[in-house]
T-cell receptor
Framework: SQTIHQWPATLVQPVGSPLSLECTVEGTSNPNLYWYRQAAGRGLQLLFYSVGIGQISSEVPQNLSASRPQDRQFILSSKKLLLSDSGFYLC?????????????FGQGTRLTVV | KNQVEQSPQSLIILEGKNCTLQCNYTVSPFSNLRWYKQDTGRGPVSLTIMTFSENTKSNGRYTATLDADTKQSSLHITASQLSDSASYICVAHTGGFKTIFGAGTRLFVKA
């Protein structure tokens, strides 16, 4: 069965420090991978998606970047965190089969920038 | 513009009561619509899926409806339980990489 791992679960970082959140998927190959952010009381905002190794598409301009060094690994990074980067970050993968698409989410990382 | 709008933003109901959450979507091309339940601090989990040819589907106490003509969907929860307290997110999939999320409805079930 397919599983998705995301870590850490919580993170408190000072302004200006770097960030690295990691996500790995098991049980599937060549998944579409996504990073979302959910600000408090807001909906999910798509940040990046990837259709393959080294292929990253950004949905919104921001202080963050993403990389996919391996087929089932997706990393969200920042060189210098801002206060506005605080939020709940979710990694997801999706499958499109027989005309339907479903997204599967990791457990999320609660990032607080202080 | 692809978008998904949900209402109400939040809802408080008593345990045992029913409720209905609404979702209006403007997505093209439309593949399917899913309702996800997101417990606080967790990732969303799929409750039910609706394709454009389906107009109702049930999953236990959850019943989703879809009107492809008016581009509206609803999620009806019957005999609510305390564990139903969560955010319910309506998501429209376009079949490619475009997945449009609603802002969610925050449901509080009180004893």
């Amino acid at each position: 069965s397919q599983t998705i791992h995301q870590w850490p679960a919580t993170l408190v970082q000072p302004v200006g420090s770097p960030l690295s959140l990691e996500c790995t998927v098991e049980g599937t190959s060549n998944p579409n991978l996504y990073w979302y952010r959910q600000a408090a009381g807001r909906g999910l905002q798509l940040l990046f998606y990837s259709v393959g190794i080294g292929q990253i598409s950004s949905e919104v301009p921001q202080n963050l970047s993403a990389s996919r060094p391996q087929d089932r690994q997706f990393i969200l990074s920042s060189k210098k965190l801002l206060l506005s980067d605080s939020g709940f970050y979710l990694c997801a993968w999706s499958v499109h089969s027989q005309g339907v698409t479903e997204a599967f989410f990791g457990q999320g990382t609660r990032l607080t920038v202080v | 513009k692809n978008q998904v709008e949900q209402s109400p933003q939040s809802l408080i109901i008593l345990e045992g009561k029913n409720c209905t959450l609404q979702c209006n979507y403007t997505v093209s091309p439309f593949s399917n619509l899913r309702w996800y339940k997101q417990d606080t601090g967790r990732g969303p989990v799929s409750l039910t899926i609706m394709t454009f040819s389906e107009n109702t589907k049930s999953n236990g106490r959850y019943t989703a409806t879809l009107d492809a003509d008016t581009k509206q969907s609803s999620l009806h929860i019957t005999a609510s339980q305390l564990s139903d307290s969560a955010s319910y997110i309506c998501v429209a999939h376009t079949g490619g990489f475009k997945t449009i999320f609603g802002a969610g409805t925050r449901l509080f079930v009180k004893a």
